[in-house]
């Protein structure tokens, strides 16, 4: 098992300001070609007033016109095109966590190289930080940049593999989310040999496991179908893998709900992505829904139809 530095483990990242009850204020920010249009399109049709590409030492006053009700349910979208947000926007957003009756909420995109290239290609757009010079070099300069906001973010998203659909429905649940508060943890299935995911903030590597893919009767079922998870429940090395998981998570996550973490993204991975960890993603999601002050939903990214 492979574990990843817990994303707020010495940041402000798991401020409690962040899970307050209070107006609804999301700020979504990260890397350019990430997915930030598509994000704010998605919070206009939930009915939020959406504002792309705000001034920076505009946001405080967008937040009390909010608080005033002269507008509900915000989001903008902020990032390196506005030219003071790199140095200014930090100390903006820790004021915006100090507004009383504010619940604001930092969503940093993200993808990997390849995504972010591939995309400027496609859409044959310079990027921001790199007028005359490659793509490549923009996202290396902006990924360095900008590490100081993404350590601020209440929830980082990897969009190398969504869709816009797939966008719409992080979105949708999110909106569900804030107006219920707790700590809200991803089960996150995946395989390894597409990339282990960016966002995660615990890996577990099921790859020690018997896998199923080589029984031929099993190799085109997946890890939601019962042949499999038979087939799995009858091996004791993963009887016992599954409940030494299952101890350690009962153990640590009462302890981020404890410490006021919103958002924790614990991914398991096999090969592909569509036996193991999918199966061992499932069981943990009954596991995990038991523990006080905590929400469960499960994605598998790399399911084929998922």
Do not use: W
Request: with cysteine.
């Amino acid at each position: 098992m492979q574990k990843r530095r817990p994303r707020d483990a010495s940041s402000t990242r798991s401020s409690k300001a962040a899970v307050k009850a209070g107006q609804p204020f999301i700020v979504i920010t990260g890397l350019s070609g990430s997915g930030k249009s598509q994000a704010i399109r998605a919070l206009e049709d939930l009915g939020y007033f959406c504002v792309d590409n705000l001034p920076t030492k505009l946001i405080p006053t967008l937040a009390r016109l909010s608080l005033q009700g002269d507008v509900q349910k915000v989001a903008i979208v902020v990032d390196v095109r506005e030219g003071t947000f790199l140095t200014s926007f930090p100390g903006v957003f820790r004021r915006l966590r100090k507004m009383r009756g504010l619940n604001p909420v930092l969503i940093f995109l993200e993808a990997s190289n390849a995504a972010l290239v591939r995309r400027f290609s496609e859409t044959r757009r310079p990027h921001p930080l790199a007028p005359g010079r490659s793509p490549a070099e923009g996202i290396k300069d902006e990924r360095t940049q900008t590490h100081p906001i993404r350590d601020l973010a209440d929830e980082i998203i990897d969009t190398s593999d969504m869709t816009v659909h797939d966008l719409r429905r992080f979105f949708m649940g999110l909106s569900n989310d804030q107006r219920r508060g707790g700590l809200i943890i991803t089960l996150l299935s995946f395989g390894f040999k597409h990339g282990v995911p960016l966002d995660a903030d615990l890996v577990f590597d099921a790859r020690c496991l018997p896998n199923p893919h080589f029984i031929p009767a099993l190799r085109d079922r997946t890890g939601k179908d019962r042949p499999v998870v038979k087939f799995m429940d009858r091996d004791a090395i993963t009887r016992e893998f599954i409940t030494r998981l299952e101890d350690y998570l009962r153990f640590v996550v009462p302890h981020y709900v404890a410490e006021g973490k919103t958002y924790l993204t614990i991914a398991i991975g096999c090969t592909g992505g569509r036996h193991r960890s999918v199966m061992i993603a499932e069981r943990l999601t009954r596991t995990l829904s038991g523990i006080h002050g905590t929400r469960v939903r499960v994605r598998h990214r790399d399911l084929s139809g998922s």
